[in-house]
């Protein structure tokens, strides 16, 4: 099946800085979406990208098909944003519409 | 417009018992998938129906079954459950079948 990695696996932050977290994935996908898990489980869609760049205040996210990777950008970080980040991509050799995650991106923000 | 709903939110089990989770599409949406995240993973496919049919099956053993009923709301059933089943189930709709999945908030379920 496809692979999906995130890196990185953690990243610690003060509180007004910028990230980027990757998602690299092994084969061709139909779709391609990023979440953030709350300390409550719940996941939040932020972006459906299969390709392209799309932004949603101080978030943008790229997905570079051709290249495989995905890149998700937070600008001006709060502590909100603290949780942890999934990428999700559904791929045509599953046989099925079902979506595959990376192992996600843990991110801390401290004041 | 009322979310992809989950009943229950919470569950503790006994090993070898039978469990049935609850989910309630976002109004219009035909899709209803099944996923279990255990700690410190991420969601692992389980089951997709779309227009009350299966259209995909993920890795997981017999004991875990689904259904979708004409309301397109759905529930997924474990039976013997095993320490190992112990997870966060997340169940997430979509408009149609390949399009953006959107979450519910999931059932804890712990299986002493």
């Known amino acids: 099946g496809i692979q999906v990695e995130q890196s990185p696996p953690d990243l610690i932050l003060q509180e007004g800085a910028n990230s980027t977290l990757r998602c690299n994935f092994s084969?061709?996908?139909?779709?391609l979406q990023w979440f953030h898990q709350n300390p409550w489980g719940q996941l939040i869609n932020l972006f459906y990208i299969p390709s392209g760049t799309k932004q949603n205040g101080r978030l943008s996210a790229t997905t570079v098909a051709t290249e495989r990777y995905s890149l998700l950008y937070i600008s001006s970080s709060q502590t909100t944003d603290s949780g942890v980040y999934f990428c999700a991509v559904e791929y045509s050799g599953a046989g099925s519409y079902q979506l595959t995650f990376g192992k996600g991106t843990k991110l801390s923000v401290i004041p | 417009d009322a979310g992809v709903t989950q009943s229950p939110t919470h569950l503790i089990k006994t090993r070898g018992q039978h469990v049935t989770l609850r989910c309630s599409p976002i109004s219009g949406h035909k899709s209803v998938s099944w996923y279990q995240q255990v700690l410190g993973q991420g969601p692992q496919f389980i089951f997709q129906y779309y227009e009350k049919e299966e259209r995909g099956r993920g890795n997981f053993p017999d004991r875990f079954s689904a259904r979708q009923f004409p309301n397109y709301s759905s529930e997924l059933n474990v039976n013997a459950l095993l320490l190992g089943d112990s997870a966060l189930y997340l169940c997430?709709?979509?408009?149609?079948?390949?399009?953006?999945?959107?979450f519910g908030p999931g059932t804890r379920l712990t299986v002493t």
């Open positions: 084969d061709s996908v139909n779709n």
């Open positions: 997430a709709s979509s408009l149609v079948a390949g399009v953006e999945q959107y």
